[in-house]
């Protein structure tokens, strides 16, 4: 089966770093995609990986190892508007996206 | 540019009736999806659409049913709606034309409450 496991809640404060885990097992693999949620919105896109390795893009950035079934998305300098939900979601063999449940973040002045 | 928009915002709806929920996008993308979101758990692909005159069911399809009789349009039907559909739910396209794993844009949702 498909599966997708992410930690269901972190809290982090003000102006640090937070490293948000992903694990997945899916029937093939073509990239993995995060997106962030806030309360009560639609998902907004974030980064897609599709090859192993860091990609930054500004104060996010995501990693991806392809053999270990692993990703993580790593925000810097924390925001009070960076609280929100954020969903791993591996694309599988028939090209869809297998979303998480997600992580909620929750940041502390 | 408007982007995806959906309606209604919201709706309560007794148990047994029918209900279309509506979703246009003005970005020309070929590909459009439905997914309910619940509590604690992932978003679930109801049904999609690759490109206009085509559709696909998804993970959770039983219960609804949708058309794509163009590019902009694609109608989400409950046709008989029962409590376990209170949901969210999200309409999302992409363009596709660049591979199948093109980013999704969402709409903004519609909760939906069946008693």
């Known amino acids: 089966g498909q599966n997708i496991d992410q930690p269901t809640e972190m809290t982090a404060t003000e102006g640090a770093i937070v490293q948000i885990n992903c694990t997945y097992q899916t029937s093939g693999f073509n990239g993995l995609f995060w997106y962030q949620q806030h309360a009560g919105e639609a998902p907004t896109f974030l980064s897609y990986?599709?090859l192993d390795g860091l990609e930054e893009k500004g104060r996010f950035s995501s990693f991806l190892s392809r053999s270990k079934g692993y990703s993580y998305l790593l925000l810097k300098e924390l925001q009070m508007k960076d609280s929100a939900s954020y969903l791993c979601a591996p694309v599988d063999s028939n090209y869809q996206l297998i979303w998480g449940a997600g992580t909620k973040l929750i940041i502390k002045p | 540019i408007a982007g995806i928009t959906q309606a209604p915002t919201s709706q309560i709806l007794a148990a047994g009736r029918r209900m279309t929920l509506r979703c246009t996008q003005d970005?020309?993308?070929?590909?459009m999806y439905w997914y309910r979101q619940d509590l604690g758990l992932g978003l679930r692909l109801i049904h999609y659409s690759n490109t206009a005159g085509t559709t696909g069911k998804g993970e959770v399809p039983d219960g609804y049913s949708v058309s794509r009789a163009n590019t902009d349009d694609f109608p989400l039907t409950l046709a008989s709606a029962v409590p376990s559909q209170t949901s969210v739910y999200f309409c999302?396209?992409?363009?596709?034309?660049?591979?199948?794993?093109?980013?999704?844009?969402f709409g903004p949702g519609t909760r939906l409450t069946v008693l």
């Open positions: 999302a396209s992409s363009d596709s034309s660049g591979g199948p794993t093109d980013t999704q844009y």
């Open positions: 990986n599709v």
């Open positions: 970005m020309r993308h070929n590909a």
